[in-house]
Every structure is written in C-alpha cells, then in structure tokens.
C-alpha cells in the first residue's frame, strides 16, 4: 500500500482538495468494512457483541464527573439498606450550610413576597423580561430603580427586609440585553450570582398558552448535592408551599451538565395514561457563578438611610413602565462606582429602621465560586 501523502503539503488548492477527499473516502470504505466484518462476526456470536457494548462506552460530561462524597444515592448507586440511606439524607441535610436560611410562611397558601428590579438605567429589553418574571412568581412586585447615590443593591435589600419581602431579584444587563440575575434571599442572605443567556419571552413563543393567576407546582430536576440542595431550595422558597392544583401550571427547573433550564408549562389529561403540554413562558438558562453569605455589601454603610425614601407617581422616562418608582430625595448621600454597585450591601433606604438581624456581616464570604477549572476538570457540584 503506498504511503498516504499529506494534503498540507501539497500547494496546488484544487489537487489538495482532490487527494484529502479520496483519503477521506478510503477511510470511510474502511470502516465500513471494518463494521460489515464485526456484524457478521458477531451475527454468529452473540456474547461477543454484549461484551463489546459493555467496554466501549462513550465518554461523555456525564459518565465522567469525579465521585463526590456529597452525591446522595439514587436507584443505581444505593447499595445499604432504605434505613442506612435515610441516615445518610438526614446527615447530608443536616450539614448544609444554608438550612438556617430557608423557611416557608405560616399560611402556605400565602405566596411570598418578591421585589424584583434592576440595574440603573436599564433599558426596554430589560423591563420585559422583568414583566415576565413577575407573572411567574406569584407574589411578585417590580419597583424601578434610579441610577443615583444611594440606592445600591445592599440599601435595597435592607429596604425590603425591613417591609416583609422575602426575595429581591436584581436583573443586571450588558449590551441592553439582560445577562445576569442576583438573587438575594432576606433578611440575612445568602446571597446568589446567576449568569442569564437563552431568553425567550411569552410572546416568542410559537403557539403559546396564557397565564393564570393559580399558585404554580415547582419540579427540580438533578438537585443532588448539597450545593444542589441549597440552590433548589432557594428557588423553591420563591413560590408558596401549597400550589393551585386546578390551574395546572408547573414551573420546571431542569438542572443539565450545571445548567438550569427554566420552563413553565400548563398540562392536561387527554386520557388516563396520557397527558398534554402546553408551554406557557419565559424561557432561559441560567449558570450559578457564585454564592456568598450575607447580604450584599455596601462600602459607605455609614450614610443616613433616613435620606431616601420611597414615592409614587413619579413621573417616568419615556423608556420605562408605568410601574412604582425609587427616587433620591438628599442630592448628597454617597455615590459609589458603577462596577460596584452589583457587590455592595446595606442598610435598607427607607425612613424606617430595617430589624436588627439585617445588618450585614463583616465579610462577603464566598461559600461556593465557580472557576474555570471547574469545567476543565469536570469537577461539577450539581449532579
């Protein structure tokens, strides 16, 4: 057999192209010998065709992941007995540094509330899908949010915390598109980073369903470890603990290879072994980057938040909502620098004092960041 020549080598475009596509085509001819040969080998033996399955397994994100000692047993890793895994659920819960974070209302079928807002100057493609967000969260309420000294993410999370909200979503942007979500959980943190790509509002999608106002049921797919545990919790605490089972709404997030895909649909039973969906929307991914105690911090904590307050029936900029807004009333509270504005934490701007076990700690501590080798190396916290 003469020795294949290399088509780098070979400066004439229109020779290089011919001898690399008769390569090309021996190599496949070749192969597909070489499977014609194993099938009828195999045809004949059927053993060898189970042992082959078995050994050549594709390597994939999934089957590859290093063993963490925080994975719970599912079906196909338990090997004690129910009593042995119980144990083990319960000491996995009992170490998690957020449980003392997390608790539901007294009344479950009343829905948490949420303050949704974001970045300074934000522009139209931000607000809707801020809209979106709340119809989602069925205790929901967007406020506007100035560019101006003082109303950094820490003062607002001290602000709501001090008026009962449960929840404050920050929806960054970048390019006038939104890009990221901090998510802070009140009154004591923690405090969540969430990059934000694939968004796609309810209009968007072809052949939509329509909304209703009923308490949605939640699914969280592939929560598995203690990071996991927290993160689903996070989201669960969003919505309240008993949902409106007549409106059959469901809001899935689907973990995936650290990915979470967010879908709500609504279902219905055409006949008893069938159901149906209908997507309702929004959809989009997001990507955790990191995770702190606390609240968000604000440098300049010293400032007297009996100089801001809140108004209504502010008169809007053209690109803005007609929604509540957050207005300066001292031009002379701090300022501090746009880049920080997303880190910084506080006292709550408002004339009333927010509780006691607001205040902030000393420190930002992270209690989980997400590293480039993380993807490397297939070190997931996930799954």
């Known amino acids: 057999m003469a020795p294949l020549i290399q088509p780098s080598l070979i400066k004439n475009k229109v020779k290089r192209q011919e001898i690399a596509n008769k390569q090309k085509k021996a190599k496949g001819q070749q192969k597909l010998q070489q499977r014609l040969a194993r099938a009828k080998q195999e045809a004949n033996d059927p053993a060898a065709k189970k042992k082959r399955l078995v050994e050549n397994v594709p390597k994939t994100l999934d089957n590859t992941r290093e063993h963490d000692p925080s994975m719970l047993p599912t079906s196909k890793q338990a090997t004690g007995s129910s009593a042995v895994q119980i144990e083990e ?12 974070y997390f608790s539901f209302t007294d009344d479950p079928h009343l829905p948490p509330k949420v303050l949704v807002t974001t970045s300074p100057k934000a522009s139209r493609a931000t607000y809707d899908f801020c809209d979106e967000l709340v119809g989602v969260f069925p205790g929901a309420e967007y406020i506007r949010r100035k560019k101006g000294k003082g109303f950094e993410v820490g003062r607002i999370a001290g602000w709501a915390a001090g008026r009962g909200y449960k929840h404050l979503l920050v929806v960054n942007e970048d390019m006038k598109k939104p890009n990221a979500i901090t998510f802070v959980h009140l009154p004591n943190g923690p405090t969540a980073y969430f990059k934000l790509s694939s968004v796609e509002l309810t209009k968007q999608i072809f052949g939509h369903a329509r909304a209703t106002p009923h308490n949605p049921e939640l699914v969280l797919n592939n929560f598995a470890t203690n990071l996991g545990h927290a993160i689903g919790r996070m989201f669960q605490t969003l919505f309240p603990p008993l949902p409106e089972f007549q409106g059959r709404q469901v809001v899935t997030l689907h973990n995936q290879r650290d990915f979470l895909f967010f879908r709500r649909h609504r279902y219905a039973f055409r ?33 007297s938040p009996e100089a801001l307050e809140i108004t209504t029936g502010v008169t809007e900029e053209e690109s803005a909502p007609p929604i509540e807004e957050i207005t300066e009333r001292d031009g002379n509270a701090d300022e501090d620098d746009e880049d920080d504005k997303d880190d910084e934490m506080g006292k709550g701007p408002g ?14 501590e992270y209690l989980w960041r997400w590293k480039p080798e993380l993807e490397t190396s297939r070190r997931t916290f996930f799954l």
């Open 89 to 100: 659920l319960n000491a996995d819960l009992a170490s998690d540094p957020f449980a003392p």
């Open 271 to 303: 006949s008893p072994e069938k159901v149906a969906l209908q997507e309702i929307g929004p959809r989009f991914t997001l990507k955790l980057r990191w995770v702190k105690r606390g609240l968000p911090e604000v440098r300049n904590f010293g400032a």
């Open 351 to 364: 004339k009333s004092q927010p509780p006691a076990n607001t205040k902030p700690p000393k420190d930002g």
